[in-house]
């Protein structure tokens, strides 16, 4: 383990130098200095925690992807041919973690200096988010920011920076099954708040100052130059601001100017409140938290006391190893209760104290922490100044044993929640107008992906718990009629009596778990027909940004017609699936009279209905149905009566009178921008 002496003996050294300095800033310079000290202590703080939480294998990892960074050499990972010097952390060497690659790799300092650069492109390397933080899990990802100044790199150094940093991050998630993210930042961009390029799904336009603030409130810094907000005393004047830092940042070789922040852009508030929605298909506690938090901002925006970072900054001083007190998420916590408080909403403050200790509990997978470890310590606090009990804790300690229902029922709250918070941001912005601070195209995408997951429509089939899904690699599953009745199916956990999922159809049930992307689960005895339908549906996710830019297209159907010895001749089951992710179950009957043509004629029908809608994307279709009397198949007929039907040429609207197909219903008046999604 790296020990945080190593980090503090390091910083102690680069903060005892002397920096001449004009006279009028000495007092600046010696607040900078110990102010310095402090960010320096509460930095090896976080680190220590950090460490603390990681398995021995991930530890290693950490410390050692830096170099990694410093570095481009053919028998190291994140490699790229090229004589271009596109590579290096400024000042790495004097960081801990240079210490630590000489220790892990064997080298001695003048192999190492070999193969560094002589003028290093990255000015800072820093880890943002839960990591290192009470929120920290085993499954935390590391995101780091990549500092880079883009002017002097040039477009293609830049390109081969980039190479380099998704071939470690392929590497950190296959060799070591970490998830691992780089964003490459422009300081000139930075200091004017633009992240644009922030994250694939665009967040960066929906959030510039929140972003900031986040950024600010929780990062590590790794190696390089300490960015100036972290150092500069809080009351410098306004006019002595600008000089100050650009000064330092100039003239302080360890310093760089990232930009200040006094204020939350109102604007961004309600985008990212829809943001978080989205979000929240993976993890609804922490959506509902940072919901809560912009949802604040947007109600306290002018004052500058009042920014997350700001009061995390003021901390510094008395940040303590183990203290978890001065964690960055409690400040957070303690923020948003506040809030709740202030609004009498009681229901949302029972909601939001809940979800902060499942926060920490890292939900929605659960680890239980050491009773003396911060995250312990910290809990044990919460209940008690909430006056909870021992019950109450318990009670969300066992959170993965909750029942599916249970669980679905605890987190369509949060749903509620959040659609009480964007609505109560709309309110507040009736007077200007509401603004979405996002591109469009952004906005159209994320709208629209929100759709897909969250919105209840006829015949769609519902989302399982972000527990359930996010535990179907390791999950038992069996499929079976139920005991009160054969015609109904379930599907059960392998030692839970009390069904996942019940549906009064076969398919209908399979659909669920297809739909639900629980297909790689063990299943206890393979469902009839379930092989055929998991090839048919295979790669379906994720689904791209672009077919989220139109409205959605059936891409796939499967048409389950039962065997007549079963007595279910009345009807076929058929499941839809279309562009946007999202499955759809009907059923279509049958005349007790129709003999097996006519049916399958009534079959093709619905397919080739669907494609005459479909604006010429291809409808894939799946057949199930056991051989007739005549050793012909369903399947067969069908394809011969659609072959036919194609050479016809198109046709009207044959959907049955007074039928729409899934999914075709009216969409609600919009009293609100966006509010029927919720």
């Known amino acids: 383990m790296l020990c945080h002496a190593v980090f503090f003996v390091f910083f102690r050294k680069r903060s005892n130098r002397v920096v001449r300095k004009k006279d009028s800033m000495n007092t600046i310079t010696s607040a900078i200095s110990e102010n310095r000290n402090a960010f320096m202590t509460y930095t090896i703080a976080r680190i220590r925690e950090l460490l603390r939480n990681l398995p021995q294998s991930k530890s290693d990892l950490f410390q050692g992807l830096p170099f990694l960074l410093h570095i481009n050499a053919p028998e190291f990972p994140g490699y790229i041919e090229s004589n271009e010097k596109f590579y290096g952390i400024d000042r790495f060497e004097h960081s801990g973690f ?373 535990k179907a690699p390791d999950l038992s599953l069996w499929i079976s009629p139920t005991r009160e009745n054969k015609d109904t199916w379930a599907v059960y956990g392998a030692e839970d009596p009390i069904p996942l999922f019940t549906g009064p159809n076969y398919l209908k049930t399979l659909g669920w778990i297809f739909a639900n992307q629980l297909e790689n689960a063990r299943f206890i005895s393979t469902p009839p027909h379930f092989g055929s339908i998991r090839s048919f549906f295979k790669n379906l996710f994720p689904r791209p940004d672009h077919v989220f830019t139109r409205a959605p297209l059936w891409e796939k159907i499967v048409v389950l017609q039962k065997h007549p010895d079963h007595g279910h001749e009345q009807s076929a089951e058929y499941l839809l699936f279309n562009s946007w992710g999202e499955f759809y179950f009907n059923t279509l009957e049958f005349s007790p009279l129709e003999s097996m043509d006519q049916k399958c004629y009534k079959i093709a029908e619905l397919i080739f209905n669907i494609q005459l809608k479909n604006q010429n994307v291809t409808l894939q279709h799946l057949i199930c149905q056991p051989y007739d009397g005549t050793h012909h198949s369903c399947a067969d007929i069908v394809k011969n009566h659609l072959d036919m039907m194609g050479q016809a040429g198109p046709k009207m609207d044959i959907t049955p009178k007074g039928k729409t197909l899934p999914g075709e219903t009216k969409p609600p008046v919009k009293k609100k921008p966006f509010l029927d999604l919720l």
């Open 98 to 470: 240079y210490k630590y690659a000489l220790r892990r790799f064997g080298h001695d300092q003048d192999i190492i200096k070999g193969i560094s650069p002589d003028k290093p492109v990255i000015l800072g390397l820093y880890l943002m988010g839960s990591a290192g933080t009470l929120t920290q899990s085993k499954n935390s990802d590391f995101d780091y920011w990549v500092i880079i100044q883009e002017k002097n790199l040039g477009p293609f150094r830049l390109s081969l920076l980039d190479r380099k940093l998704r071939s470690l991050e392929t590497w950190c998630r296959e060799k070591h099954n970490q998830d691992v993210t780089f964003f490459i930042m422009d300081i000139e961009k930075l200091r004017q708040n633009e992240f644009s390029t922030v994250d694939g799904e665009s967040s960066g336009s929906a959030q510039r100052t929140l972003l900031k603030d986040e950024f600010y409130r929780t990062f590590i810094m790794i190696a390089g130059k300490i960015p100036l907000w972290a150092v500069l005393p809080q009351d410098v004047p306004d006019d002595e601001l600008q000089r100050t830092m650009v000064t330092m940042a100039t003239d302080g070789e360890d310093y760089m100017d990232t930009g200040p922040l006094f204020s939350i852009d109102t604007r961004e508030c309600l985008g990212a409140v829809l943001w978080q929605v989205y979000k929240a298909r993976k993890d609804p506690v922490k959506a509902l938290i940072k919901s809560s938090l912009a949802a604040f901002y947007a109600f306290n925006a002018s004052d500058h006391s009042a920014l997350i970072s700001f009061q995390v900054k003021t901390s510094f001083s008395k940040a303590r190893i183990d203290d978890y007190l001065c964690d960055p998420y409690v400040t957070v916590f303690d923020t948003i209760m506040a809030f709740y408080k202030d609004m009498d909403d009681h229901e949302g403050l029972d909601l939001i104290m809940e979800c902060i200790i499942l926060r920490i509990l890292s939900y929605p997978l659960i680890e239980i922490p050491d009773e003396t470890s911060p995250k312990g310590r910290i809990l044990t606090h919460f209940v008690n100044t909430w006056d909870k009990g021992k019950e109450y804790l318990a009670l969300l300690r066992n959170a993965a044993t909750w029942s599916e229902p249970d669980k679905n029922a605890f987190e369509d709250r949060i749903f509620d929640k959040l659609s009480f918070l964007y609505e109560l941001l709309l309110r507040n912005a009736e007077d200007e107008g509401p603004v979405i601070f996002m591109k469009r195209e952004d906005l159209d995408i994320l709208k629209n992906r929100t759709s897909a997951f969250l919105q209840k429509k006829p015949d769609k089939l519902a989302h399982c718990s972000t527990f359930l899904r996010l």
